[in-house]
């Protein structure tokens, strides 16, 4: 994800904040080593028309599902052992055209659903990191509750301590 994408995103939510706040977030993040994390989780495979899906046999897969050429490869992308995507035709093509190389199209799919994923975990980490800076109650503005709680009591108790020296 390129900064000005991340940008115009971050101010649909965040409309206040500077591209200063925004660049310096989108600065701390380490997009590769989201994808390194993330790329190996996704895997995909030509699924063989016999094997069940999610439990259902595949004689009921394919008495079910009117969207399925009988000839061409089907395509199942998985996230972390997941059925993510069943995509048995062409999703490029009008009507339901056989996929042709089954192999290349569950890459791409694959690689696809890496990048969305990397991006929308930039977003949530600079939107994560924006957020300290616009809601009134983050961790700091806690901190001063608590604080100012506490030098309430403590004025509490000395003005109660003083009332009973003046009293006495």
Do not use: C
């Not at 971050?10 to 500077?18: E, Q, V």
């Not at 079910?64 to 993510?84: C, F, L, M, S």
């Not at 300290?132 to 509490?156: C, I, K, M």
Request: glycine residues 4%.
């Amino acid at each position: 994800m390129n900064f000005d994408n991340a940008k115009t995103a971050i101010r649909f939510t965040f409309p206040d904040a500077t591209d200063q706040q925004i660049q310096a977030a989108f600065d701390a993040i380490d997009q590769d080593a989201l994808h390194a994390a993330e790329a190996p989780l996704w895997t995909h495979e030509i699924w063989d028309r016999t094997s069940p899906i999610n439990g259902i046999p595949a004689a009921d897969v394919l008495d079910q599902r009117n969207d399925i050429p009988a000839t061409g490869d089907v395509v199942i992308v998985k996230r972390d052992g997941v059925i993510v995507f069943f995509q048995p035709h062409d999703a490029e093509q009008p009507g339901f055209v056989p996929i042709a190389d089954g192999a290349a199209v569950g890459a791409q799919m694959a690689a696809q659903s890496v990048t969305e994923s990397v991006d929308s975990q930039t977003l949530a980490l600079i939107a994560e990191e924006i957020s300290q800076h616009f809601n009134p109650y983050d961790r700091t503005d806690v901190e001063r509750v608590h604080l100012s709680a506490d030098a309430l009591h403590a004025f509490d108790e000395g003005s109660a301590s003083l009332a009973a020296q003046v009293r006495g």
